[in-house]
């Protein structure tokens, strides 16, 4: 009995690492949340009504999410470096890692991205050129990328400090990882609902790109540039703003069963074609 039970328990690698990243979480919800308090309350002081204030966090919503996601990668890295004697630190990783991506990473990036823009091209009048468009469609591009990125920083130096375990973990490690990523941003974000697919169908593919070659960031780089901030600053899937600044909007229901598709389509050919084993 006790040996069967035994196959069931989790390495104490995985539960630190589930530890860190809910730790991270709750920081950086904390955070969010303290900024948009402190936001609010000096634009009280200034006997500003709500409706400027609302204005204004609408304005400035990515630099506040985005702050609170450095912010709290930054507290972590350092509780990580306290916690442990022996620690491989973030620019060490970094300066490790490698720079060029891989043959199967390249082409499922490029299968996915093609594929799903022409996907939703095919939907008709769906897409039409937004009038409204702005300069801020810059920073639509770069927080949707920051967005995912930092949590991967993270979850990369974790799994680099810790000892790796079996397929079976890392499938469980996964789902926990997008499980907890989820409810972060509900949370912190209650109004995603008609992006729920697409967080879940990012975060998955990055994770899965990480597992699979751990010592590969520019992998998850290319897959954020390529796919996720052009789907939020051009086509206007933008968590936050969704189509307010983006250079066009789209205005029916995404196609969820058609990408789903196209992502399982690459991901098989990404796993039967990429390395054997992660570096």
């Known amino acids: 009995m006790s040996a069967q039970s035994s196959d069931f328990d989790l390495p104490i690698g995985f539960r630190r690492i589930i530890a860190y990243y809910i730790g991270y979480c709750f920081i950086f919800f904390l955070s969010h949340l303290s900024l948009v308090s402190i936001v609010s309350f000096f634009h009280f002081l200034i006997d500003h009504d709500m409706h400027i204030i609302e204005n204004w966090l609408f304005t400035n919503a990515w630099e506040i999410i985005i702050l609170s996601k450095v ?41 996915l991205s093609v594929f799903i ?15 409204k468009s702005s300069v801020y469609g810059v920073t639509s ?3 949707s990328i920051l967005f995912y990125l930092c949590d991967l920083l993270v979850i990369n130096i974790l799994l680099r400090n810790v000892v790796s375990f079996s397929k079976q973990k890392n499938s469980l490690l996964i789902f926990s990882l997008l499980s907890l990523f989820i409810i972060t941003t509900k949370v912190t974000l209650p109004h995603v609902d008609n992006f729920f697919f697409l967080i879940i169908f990012h975060f998955l593919t990055l994770l899965l790109l990480l597992f699979k070659e751990r010592r590969n960031i520019m992998n998850i780089i290319l897959y954020c540039c390529v796919v996720i901030g052009p789907l939020s600053s051009i086509l206007g899937f933008d968590l936050v703003w969704e189509n307010a600044h983006s250079v066009y909007q789209y205005n029916k229901t995404l196609p969820h069963l058609g990408m789903a598709g196209i992502w399982l389509i690459g991901i098989v050919y990404y796993f039967k074609t990429g390395p054997k084993n992660p570096a």
């Open 141 to 143: 591009y770069i927080g």
């Open 117 to 131: 823009f022409a996907l939703i091209l095919q939907f008709g009048k769906g897409i039409e050129f937004n009038e």
């Open 71 to 111: 912010f709290a990668s930054l507290i972590i890295i350092k509780a990580l470096k306290l916690n442990n004697y022996i620690v491989t630190n973030l620019w060490t990783i970094l300066k490790t890692d490698r720079w060029r991506p891989s043959f199967s990473a390249m082409v499922l990036l490029i299968f």
